[in-house]
Structure formats: structure tokens, C-alpha cells
T-cell receptor, first 111, second 116 residues
Framework: GESVGLHLPTLSVQEGDNSIINCAYS??????FIWYKQESGKGPQFIID?????DKRQGQRVTVLLNKTVKHLSLQIAATQPGDSAVYFC??????????FGTGTRLLVSP | DGGITQSPKYLFRKEGQNVTLSCEQN?????MYWYRQDPGQGLRLIYY???????QKGDIAEGYSVSREKKESFPLTVTSAQKNPTAFYLC???????????????FGQGTRLTVV
């Protein structure tokens, strides 16, 4: 079956630092991977995706890296701000459009 | 405004009662999903549907049931067979263009169910 996990339940950083959130997965057949951000009491919001034929994709202040050899995905947030404080989920699309997610990493940004 | 709406935001039920959570979307999306969220457990897939009148079990379907009679609606019933129903429930939807599915799924704001 498929599984997605995250390496750390909580990550604490100082404002202005770069944050790196890691994720491991077991399914090699996924055609893309996704990152979501969930603020307290709200539904998750899409951040960025990466196709399985890519190893890097950049967005606004975020970069996602995909290492298929070790089945590892990471989300890098540059110049982390207090508004980035949230729970971050990695996910993947399996066969038949089944979307599965990991356990999440809570990012805490202190001033 | 287009979006996905879950209601109610908070729901309380007595143990042994079935309860139905509403999820409606006006985005004209083909696929809809139900997830359960518990502290430290992440998002776990309950059921999903790619098309009207069809749905598939996710990873934790036991004790739940769904229907997809209309494209815009995907209600979830939490039955009395669900042993630990208290949780935060999230509905999501996404669309496709021709044969290709969009990668982004849109989530509702969730329903927090408490069973006492």
C-alpha cells in the first residue's frame, strides 16, 4: 500500500531563518507529490506540487525537492515569517486518484 | 464565490446515534474526498468519489458511509459502528481537464464532531 510520513512532528525556527520540512513516502508509483498548509481551525490549503519526473520546483518563497532514490520529499521556506506558523502536510496521488497525506509537521516561528 | 462548504462547523451527538455531515461544492469538481483528522494522525482518507453514483473506500472506511447522488454533494454518515467517531472531518474536491486531473484539491473548513 501507500504511505506518507513526516520526519518531525514539530519544527521551531526563528523569524527570518529558512525552514526545511521533510517527508518520506513508500509508494513509487505516484505521479506527483503535493504540500499543504493548515492553519489552526481551518482546512488545508495547497502550497505547491511537484511531478514525479522533476527533482526541484520553486514557488514564491518555497522550494520543493524530490529525491526518488531515497523516496524523500522536502519543503523549504525561505525567510520564514510568523504567518508561516501552521501544520504542513505532504501528500501524494496514488492510482485511481486517491489522495493520501502524511501526519504533518507543526512549524512554530518565533520572533 | 465558488467554494466547498461543510456544515455544521460543530456537531454534538450522543453515542449510538448516526450522524450525517454535509459537504457541498459549487466548483463543478468531479472528485470529492472525506478525511478524518485526529491529533498526531494527520489526514486519513475515509472515502472518495471520482464521479456521480460511484465511490471508493479509503484507508479507514469502517463505520462510515457515503453517497454521491449529485455532483456537487458528498455527504458522510458516521454510523454507530464507528468506535471512536469524535474527530475533525474534512471534505475536499478537485477537478480534471479532459483526461488530466488537477493536482490541487480544495478543502472545506471542516466539521468538528463530538460524540458524548
Amino acid at each position: 500500500g501507500e504511505s506518507v510520513g513526516l520526519h518531525l512532528p514539530t519544527l521551531s525556527v526563528q523569524e527570518g531563518d529558512n525552514s526545511i520540512i521533510n517527508c518520506a513516502y513508500s509508494n513509487s508509483a505516484s505521479d506527483y507529490f503535493i504540500w499543504y498548509k493548515q492553519e489552526s481551525g481551518k482546512g488545508p490549503q495547497f502550497i505547491i506540487d511537484i511531478r514525479s519526473n522533476m527533482d526541484k520546483r520553486q514557488g514564491q518563497r518555497v522550494t520543493v525537492l524530490l529525491n526518488k532514490t531515497v523516496k524523500h520529499l522536502s519543503l523549504q521556506i525561505a525567510a520564514t515569517q510568523p504567518g508561516d506558523s501552521a501544520v504542513y502536510f505532504c501528500g501524494l496521488n496514488t492510482g485511481f486518484q486517491k489522495l493520501v497525506f502524511g501526519t504533518g509537521t507543526r512549524l512554530l516561528v518565533s520572533p | 464565490d465558488g467554494g466547498i462548504t461543510q456544515s455544521p462547523k460543530y456537531l454534538f451527538r450522543k453515542e449510538g446515534q448516526n450522524v450525517t455531515l454535509s459537504c457541498e461544492q459549487n466548483l463543478n469538481h468531479d472528485a470529492m474526498y472525506w478525511y478524518r483528522q485526529d491529533p498526531g494522525q494527520g489526514l486519513r482518507l475515509i472515502y472518495y468519489s471520482q464521479i456521480v453514483n460511484d465511490f471508493q473506500k479509503g484507508d479507514i472506511a469502517e463505520g462510515y458511509s457515503v453517497s454521491r447522488e449529485k455532483k456537487e454533494s458528498f455527504p458522510l454518515t458516521v454510523t454507530s459502528a464507528q468506535k471512536n467517531p469524535t474527530a475533525f472531518y474534512l471534505c475536499a474536491s478537485r477537478t480534471r481537464t479532459g483526461l488530466f486531473w488537477e493536482t490541487e484539491a480544495f478543502f472545506g473548513q471542516g466539521t468538528r464532531l463530538t460524540v458524548v
